[in-house]
C-alpha cells in the first residue's frame, strides 16, 4: 500500500499495460471489422458475376466465387482469352512479378470493360474503381446496376 502511496501524481499501476490491452482489443475489433466487410463485398461481387454469366450465355458462372477462377469467367464473359491469368505462376519473380501483375490488372480492366458493354452497359465503368474508397463504392453499385438492371 506505501508503494501505491509513494507513486507519482497520476500515475496508475499497470495503466501502460492496460493501454495495449485496449489497443490490441481495438486492433482485433477492426480486423474482425474489415475482415467481414471483405467477405461480404466477395459474396457480392461473385452473385453479380455470376448473374452477369446467366445474361450473357456464360457458361460455370459458379467460378465467381473461387479466387483466380473469378478472373476466367470474367475473360469468358467479355469473349477473351484467359491465358493471361496464368501470368500469376510469375507474380514471386522479383520485378519480372511485379510487372506481371500490372500486365494481369490491365488485362482485367479490359475484360470487364468488354464485359459491362456485353450486358449493355458503358464499358468504362469499371475504371471509376481506380479512385480510392469512392470509386470503389461507385464500382460496386455500378457493378449491381450491370447485373441486376434492366436492359
Not at 88 to 96: F, H, K, T
Request: proline share 5%.
Amino acid at each position: 500500500m506505501v508503494d501505491f502511496l509513494m507513486q507519482a501524481p497520476g500515475e496508475i499501476p499497470g495503466a501502460e499495460l492496460a493501454f495495449l490491452e485496449g489497443l490490441m482489443a481495438m486492433a482485433a475489433g477492426a480486423f474482425v471489422l474489415f475482415g467481414l466487410l471483405f467477405l461480404a463485398i466477395w459474396i457480392y461481387q461473385g452473385f453479380a458475376w455470376m448473374k452477369m454469366a446467366e445474361k450473357t450465355k456464360t457458361s460455370n458462372g459458379w467460378m465467381a466465387f473461387i479466387p483466380i477462377a473469378n478472373m476466367v469467367l470474367l475473360a469468358n464473359i467479355a469473349r477473351m482469352h484467359w491465358w493471361p491469368v496464368l501470368l500469376i505462376l510469375v507474380s514471386w519473380i522479383p520485378v519480372l512479378g511485379q510487372l506481371a501483375m500490372l500486365a494481369l490488372t490491365v488485362f482485367m480492366f479490359i475484360w470487364m470493360w468488354k464485359a459491362f458493354e456485353k450486358v449493355g452497359r458503358p464499358g468504362w465503368w469499371p475504371l471509376l474503381s481506380i479512385i480510392p474508397v469512392v470509386g470503389t463504392i461507385i464500382y460496386l453499385i455500378l457493378l449491381g446496376i450491370a447485373a441486376w438492371g434492366k436492359k
